[in-house]
């Protein structure tokens, strides 16, 4: 059985590629449950580098991952 995390669930990851169809300008925790792309219980996302920016976007409040970090700097966002 092993060992399990008890706080696991209310943590999860979304992929960069992910936020190219937000509308939102600020992209926050409330908007990523709004739009579905994670759970309602979730506390706590990371993004990670994985698809393509394709734009300019403020993440706001979020784990952001390095190579994730430099994507979106290059695209012309901003992290706060």
Do not use: M, W
């Amino acid at each position: 059985f092993g060992f399990t995390s008890r706080s696991a669930k209310f943590k999860t990851h979304i992929k960069l590629g992910d936020l190219n169809h937000l509308t939102e300008d600020v992209i926050d925790i409330e908007v990523l449950k709004t739009h579905k792309l994670i759970s309602k219980i979730t506390k706590e996302v990371k993004v990670v580098n994985s698809g393509e920016l394709k734009k300019a976007i403020k993440l706001k409040g979020l784990k952001i991952s390095k190579t994730a970090s430099e994507e979106v700097k290059k695209s012309g966002g901003e992290i706060s």
